[in-house]
């Protein structure tokens, strides 16, 4: 998946002449944590509610026309900020977010300003792709970390006509020769199916209660 394909492309910005006083109506009215500071299209700075936490430290200690509020974007603002491309990879930028520990990423074409892209952009994509949003359950198996293995337990679904909404895959943590693939299928009752994996030989991990394991 790339960044162009969830990237809010209607994206408020800033001016580095604009005000604390500003930034905090463009924040209130549009319910925005962050905002890119522009130029000439091209992007020199990035604010978010943290910069307007430590610019402005108390509303009981400063008033509402108080200097704080005079600052100038360019002042509170983050300059030269981490930036993507619309044809980057999104598990790419999500390593950008982890490493950098930041919470938005303006997306940058030809050096102008095309799109924009925060953390709730990336948790909701991460919901999407696993199925979480859709009604059905979720089955995890323990398998050998090997070549057609996952063909081999698609198998068993597609011989039950149940229809999987997403997998995922992920080492083992107990075990570096074994892999958990984590299935969204689409029906409330997997018993029949978490049985027929198990008759099969798979080792079910995730739904496990006493009736299913009897």
């Not at 430590?54 to 002042?75: D, I, M, N």
């Not at 790419?92 to 490493?99: G, L, T």
């Not at 994509?125 to 293995?149: C, K, M, N, Y």
Request: glycine letters at 4%.
């Amino acid at each position: 998946m790339l960044v162009e394909e969830i990237m809010k492309t209607e994206v408020y910005t800033l001016r580095s002449d604009q005000t604390v006083q500003d930034v905090m109506n463009l924040f209130k009215e549009h319910r925005i944590r962050h905002a890119p500071v522009v130029e000439d299209e091209k992007v020199i700075g990035i604010v978010t509610d943290r910069d307007l936490k430590e610019a402005v430290p108390s509303r009981f200690t400063v008033s509402p026309k108080g200097e704080p509020y005079k600052k100038k974007v360019s002042e509170i603002m983050t300059a030269n900020p981490v930036i993507t491309h619309p044809l980057d990879f999104v598990e790419e930028v999500a390593m950008i977010f982890y490493e950098h520990k930041i919470g938005c990423i303006p997306v940058v074409s030809n050096q102008k300003l095309v799109g924009f892209l925060t953390e709730t952009d990336l948790l909701y994509t991460f919901i999407e792709l696993t199925g979480a949003h859709q009604p059905g359950s979720q089955i995890e198996v323990r398998v050998e970390d090997r070549s057609g293995v996952l063909y081999e337990v698609s198998k068993v679904f597609h011989q039950q006509q149940v229809n999987v909404l997403s997998v995922l895959v992920y080492p083992d943590r107990k075990n570096s020769n074994q892999k958990v693939l984590v299935f969204r299928v689409q029906t409330m009752n997997p018993l029949t199916i978490i049985s027929e994996l198990r008759k099969e030989g798979f080792e079910v991990l995730w739904p496990s209660t006493p009736q299913m394991n009897e």
